[in-house]
């Protein structure tokens, strides 16, 4: 079975311009978990989707939002980026609501914020 | 907020000498996860625990409820160990906020 997938793998943007991520959790799982993971630091928690519905979010602004849609995928979209926002964005998910259940990662998207 | 400590922060063993990472949290939680995180970023899940113990191959990971720590031990370690490994944890009360990670421990296996 596939793992985890996102895309794409590195994505080079200005600032002020306007992100999209992806994930695809692994078949059968409703749970997707987003991360910033920032160098040399542990990952930060951005928002859990479950069964389609946003069931947290972390401390990041509003320009940080996400969705997910009827087949589980789930999208990460940063607006008006910041140099700040250069990290590793991790997706993971889960069979049930992240924090219950064994969370399997994908390979992370590096973002580069110019 | 519940903060989740890890020590040491670096680690630098030899071959074959036996590992101790240990985490520590600060409030009640549902769940504790020892990932492993090697370059580049790819996260591998190792364990999920809520209580007592768990064990597979030289990997073994305790967890004291009470005392609110937990270990994560690699006995025989070998260089392929040498990787940042990462405790994180899942409040009580439904999980909705996700997982809240230590910063992690760099630990380098020398042949």
């Known amino acids: 079975d596939a793992g985890v997938t996102q895309s794409p793998t590195h994505l080079i943007k200005t600032r002020g311009q306007q992100v999209t991520l992806r994930c695809s959790p692994i078949?059968?799982?409703?749970?997707v978990s987003w991360y910033q993971q920032v160098l040399g630091q542990g990952p930060q928690f951005i928002f859990q989707?479950?069964?389609?519905?946003?069931?947290g979010r972390g401390n990041f602004p509003d320009r940080f939002s996400a969705r997910q849609f009827p087949n589980y995928s789930s999208e990460l979209n940063v607006n008006a980026l910041l140099l700040g926002d250069s990290a590793l964005y991790l997706c993971?998910?889960?069979?049930?609501?992240?924090?219950?259940?064994?969370?399997?990662f994908g390979p992370g998207t590096r973002l580069t914020v110019t | 907020k519940n903060e989740v400590e890890q020590s040491p922060q670096n680690l630098t063993a030899q071959e074959g000498e036996f590992i101790t990472i240990n985490c520590s949290y600060s409030?009640?939680?549902?769940?504790l996860h020892w990932l492993q995180q090697h370059p580049g970023g790819g996260i591998v899940s190792l364990f999920m625990?809520?209580?007592g113990k768990k064990k597979h191959g030289r990997l073994i990971a305790t967890i004291n409820i009470q005392e609110k720590h937990s270990s994560l031990h690699i006995t025989a370690s070998h260089p392929r160990d040498s990787a940042v490994y990462i405790c994180?944890?899942?409040?009580?009360?439904?999980?909705?906020?996700?997982?809240?990670f230590g910063k992690g421990t760099h630990l380098i296996i020398q042949p």
């Open positions: 993971a998910s889960s069979l049930v609501a992240a924090g219950k259940g064994e969370q399997y």
């Open positions: 409030v009640g939680i549902s769940a």
């Open positions: 994180a944890v899942a409040y009580s009360g439904g999980g909705a906020d996700g997982l809240t």
């Open positions: 625990l809520s209580s």
């Open positions: 078949s059968g799982h409703k749970s």
């Open positions: 989707y479950y069964e389609k519905e946003e069931r």
